[in-house]
């Protein structure tokens, strides 16, 4: 039987305004797309102007920093949007005089942005690997039905220059027998460079050998008839099973490894990434300082000539006074919320430095663990906001340039009673592996063993793991046969 009843109960539940969210979804954006949102923004809002110094009379806005600090700190967790609307008065709108001043030092100073332009910024066109091979195969004496059909073989490749896509699909495409097209696709392959168009890894090296005239050689019948024991590097597997000495097998590797077997990689249509440093960190006069990179951060200011159009009160429709001060509430909460991003980053680059002064000055082999939870606690914030200034912002230091997560990190125990830094580890484990013997190299053991004779508590099955994240195969591939 159903039974109705009232009930009332008591819970704490985070509301959230749209221009909260705004100011959470800055605070993760990379500087790139930071630039792009506030463009788009001033295409948007009529009210929002860019470019110059900002006026002295202009306000921050009646949202305080507090309140905005209050929903970086909160968890995304069960969060509900409700519109609000904040009016401006006539009074308020004309009170510019503690605009991006109130009271509370910034920890930086926004720097003018220079005239000059990045080389980087300066748009190029890089010649793709089906432009290069295209222009090959126009020089063959080819005649426009077999052109058209090394094109469009040429057309379909990956980004390693393997085919990817069948040459049945080809035939029946161009209307042309299977024979010829797989004649074509000869061609194709003896392009620059050698061994493009393969459909696998194997028949790749085989054409790179045949170009160079060692298609009989003993690195073309290891790769013809061993590659799988190649591939783990069982060089003894190799010599028993076509009746020859291991120093010739190992000669024969030498040969391969000068191989391409991704000749495509060099001419990979994608774009280059940029980076650019959202901190500085520089020593001055024996101490660090910390320097907020805002070059390319368009500098906003509240259009004065819609200032003007409020101040002339009675004269201005309703109507367009209340689109006004709406899109002027938009624009200054998105000048707060920029302050506000740019304010957490400085805070949590300086809580960095603090805690990985060390680091700054000897490297690596400095570098302390440290967690999300430890700078949350130092600048008085959640750790899901500092996760998120963490996230595709870059730091310069006197080290290199490094995304700030790259800090954030667990650790190993010592003897001392000291944690070493998980990444210190990492980079004595390459360094191991790099100087060692490759007639024996290092198991996981001997160096779980070498680690802990200097006071690193580690497991083997850690080795491994660290191992494999440094891209390092397992001793067995790394041994080197005479």
């Not at 393969?198 to 290891?222: M, Y």
Request: hydrophobic share 35%; aromatic share 6%.
């Amino acid at each position: 039987m159903l039974d109705l009843r009232l009930q009332m109960k008591l819970q704490q539940k985070l509301v959230m305004t749209p221009q909260l969210r705004q100011a959470i979804k800055l605070l993760q954006l990379s500087k790139i797309e930071l630039v792009q949102q506030i463009e788009q923004e001033l295409m948007e809002n009529p009210m929002l102007e860019a470019g110059g110094d900002l006026e002295a009379g202009q306000s921050l806005g009646d949202v305080r920093p507090e309140e905005a600090a209050s929903a970086l700190n909160a968890e995304d967790s069960h969060v509900e949007a409700t519109p609000e609307h904040t009016s401006l008065t006539r009074e308020d709108v004309l009170n510019w005089d503690d605009y991006l001043n109130d009271g509370r030092d910034l920890g930086y100073t926004p720097r003018e942005v220079p005239d000059q332009i990045p080389y980087e910024n300066v748009l190029r066109h890089s010649e793709t690997l089906e432009e290069y091979l295209t222009w090959q195969l126009e020089l063959q004496h080819l005649s426009e039905a077999e052109l058209t059909v090394a094109k469009q073989l040429a057309g379909n490749l990956d980004s390693k220059g393997y085919l990817a896509i069948g040459l049945e699909e080809v035939a029946v495409l161009e209307g042309y027998p299977l024979e010829e097209v797989e004649r074509i696709l000869k061609i194709v392959q003896h392009c620059d460079p050698v061994g493009v168009a393969a459909r696998n890894v194997q028949e790749c090296l085989l054409i790179q050998l045949e170009a160079n005239g060692r298609s009989e050689s003993l690195a073309a019948i290891i790769i013809r008839d061993c590659l799988p024991e190649l591939e783990r590097r069982a060089y003894a597997d190799i010599a028993k099973k076509l009746e020859c000495s291991v120093e010739d097998v190992n000669e024969a590797f030498e040969e391969i490894q000068l191989l391409e077997p991704k000749p495509g990689r060099h001419y990979s249509s994608d774009p280059p990434r940029y980076v650019v440093p959202d901190i500085r960190i520089v020593k001055i006069d024996g101490e660090y300082k910390i320097l907020l990179n805002d070059y390319g951060i368009p500098q906003l200011r509240i259009s004065p000539l819609y200032r003007t159009l409020l101040a002339a009160g009675e004269k201005v429709p309703e109507a367009t006074k209340e689109y006004v001060e709406k899109k002027v509430n938009s624009a200054r909460w998105l000048m707060k919320s920029v302050q506000q991003r740019q304010r957490t980053i400085y805070k949590v680059a300086e809580s960095i430095l603090v805690r990985q002064k060390d680091f700054f000055d000897n490297g690596i082999s400095h570098l302390k663990p440290m967690v999300l939870r430890d700078v949350a606690q130092d600048i008085g914030v959640h750790e899901s906001t500092v996760s998120r200034v963490s996230t595709s912002k870059y730091m310069h230091t006197p080290q290199g340039i490094f995304e700030i997560k790259y800090f954030f990190h667990g650790g190993l125990s010592h003897r001392d009673g000291v944690d070493v830094s998980s990444l210190r580890v990492k980079e004595m484990i390459k360094n191991l592996v790099a100087a060692e013997n490759r007639r024996r190299p290092l198991s996981d053991q001997n160096i779980a063993k070498y680690l802990m004779d200097r006071g690193i508590e580690i497991a083997r099955r850690t080795v491994a793991k660290y191992r494999e994240e440094l891209n390092i195969p397992p001793s067995s591939r790394r041994k080197k046969v005479v």
